[in-house]
């Protein structure tokens, strides 16, 4: 099985600064190599060209242009049995990309992952809103060409598309067990270090410790 794996993020230089994402996705192409040859597409959206950054900035939130970068289907794709794509903002490139891959590739199976749904909330300021709309616009048409979503929410259906419920995993291969000393306390002590988003739920957390600790706990 000949499977293409596509996403938005670049592929990372150096093994010394993998992003969280970007483990991730390591994870999901090595569990993918199991069951066929995977490669990846994998796109990059920045640049550290300031004046390209900043027109890109302007037109990604117009209707006629591409909300990342435009790419579009070529013959790297030819011959593909499954394509896993992990979401972007949705948009008349991704539409065509998708129609495209079906074309040329008529028994592909597509599945899509969105990390976060529903993702609405997300794009609800001034400046996102655009994108937002061309998303809303864009995503009526993915059930003509999307066969499954693969969702970390409990929905059985997304945009009129049967979804394949899962959740985070971790690759224990390439995370070194801790050696842990021993306490004589009775103190629970915990370190968060990430780049925190709204949805990841740190609010619900910190409210989940408030409430323990009205009611007097043992255990600090």
Request: net charge positive.
């Amino acid at each position: 099985m000949n499977i293409a794996y596509v996403d938005f993020y670049g592929e990372s230089k150096t093994d010394k600064h993998v992003s969280g994402v970007e483990r991730k996705m390591q994870a999901q192409i090595k569990a993918s190599g199991t069951i066929g040859s995977v490669t990846r597409h994998s796109y990059e959206t920045q640049t550290e060209n300031t004046a390209l950054r900043y027109f890109r900035m302007i037109t990604r939130r117009l209707p006629c242009f591409p909300s990342k970068i435009a790419y579009r289907y070529d013959s790297s794709y030819d011959g593909i049995d499954a394509l896993y794509f992990r979401r972007t903002t949705l948009d008349s490139y991704a539409v065509r990309f998708f129609r495209d891959i079906r074309k040329h590739n008529p028994s592909c199976k597509i599945v899509m992952e969105l990390p976060t749904y529903p993702y609405d909330k997300e794009m609800t300021s001034l400046i996102e809103y655009p994108r937002l709309w061309k998303d809303r616009w864009n995503r009526r048409k993915l059930k003509r060409y999307i066969d499954r979503i693969v969702t970390f929410s409990d929905d059985d259906e997304i945009f009129g598309i049967p979804t394949i419920k899962t959740m985070n995993g971790i690759d224990f291969e390439t995370v070194p067990l801790r050696k842990v000393a021993e306490r004589r306390d009775d103190t629970i002590h915990a370190v968060m270090v990430a780049n925190f988003a709204p949805w990841h739920g740190l609010d619900k957390l910190i409210e989940g410790m408030n409430r323990y600790y009205e009611k007097q706990p043992k255990r600090i």
